[in-house]
T-cell receptor, first 115, second 109 residues
Framework: DGGITQSPKYLFRKEGQNVTLSCEQN?????MYWYRQDPGQGLRLIYY???????QKGDIAEGYSVSREKKESFPLTVTSAQKNPTAFYLC??????????????FGAGSRLTVL | GQNIDQPTEMTATEGAIVQINCTYQ??????LFWYQQHAGEAPTFLSY??LDGLEEKGRFSSFLSRSKGYSYLLLKELQMKDSASYLC??????????WGAGTKLIIKP
């Protein structure tokens, strides 16, 4: 079955540590996204990528980094520079970004807690 | 600035009908989406509106009025499994998605 796999589902981090969240899709989608979800707020875009080896900052990119070495994979690193990293992180993909009817398919999410 | 407003929480009874409203102010408009998200899970696509009017899909319908910056999601014959958050999102002139904070729907027997 096609879909998006995020791992780990739960992650605990000590202050000062970098952590990497994995996102893999087998939908043959060109575009991939990382969102952050906090209680009482809408999804906020961290980074997105439309093609391999290219990515763009979203609204809240500070303290995060990504790579897109393969079409299927879009890992997110939460660095120690991110001051408030505790959140639910969602990876998504879509076939075409600049299309009105572009529907996102989401992974199950990764919940990061900083101790 | 760009803004999407939805009620924070709503309660309804199993078997009844509920309407979840969404108002938006965005830089341009290229479509409005509704997603369903159960607690701790991935959002899943429900509906897409780009023209004014009602789109019906089984027990769920979505309405759009572009002139009023307004949409609603109508859920009929509510079931306990419909307890979830419902997210409204608008695609702006740059094809970026602007998300509302979501409406938590509680279904009571």
């Amino acid at each position: 079955d096609g879909g998006i796999t995020q791992s780990p589902k739960y992650l605990f981090r000590k202050e000062g540590q970098n952590v990497t969240l994995s996102c893999e899709q087998n939908l043959n989608h060109d575009a991939m996204y990382w969102y952050r979800q906090d209680p009482g707020q809408g999804l906020r875009l961290i980074y997105y990528s439309q093609i391999v080896n290219d990515f763009q900052k979203g609204d809240i990119a500070e303290g995060y980094s990504v790579s897109r070495e393969k079409k299927e994979s879009f890992p997110l690193t939460v660095t120690s520079a991110q001051k408030n990293p505790t959140a639910f992180y969602l990876c998504a993909s879509s076939s075409l970004m600049n299309s009105g009817a572009n529907v996102l398919t989401f992974g199950a999410g990764s919940r990061l807690t900083v101790l | 600035g760009q803004n999407i407003d939805q009620p924070t929480e709503m309660t309804a009874t199993e078997g009844a009908i509920v309407q979840i409203n969404c108002t938006y102010q965005t830089s341009g408009f290229n479509g409005l989406f509704w997603y369903q998200q159960h607690a701790g899970e991935a959002p899943t696509f429900l509906s897409y509106n780009v023209l004014d009017g009602l789109e019906e899909k089984g027990r769920f319908s979505s309405f759009l009025s572009r002139s009023k910056g307004y949409s609603y999601l109508l859920l009929k014959e509510l079931q306990m499994k419909d307890s979830a958050s419902y997210l409204c999102a608008v695609r702006d002139s740059n094809y970026q998605l602007i998300w509302g904070a979501g409406t938590k729907l509680i279904i009571k027997p």
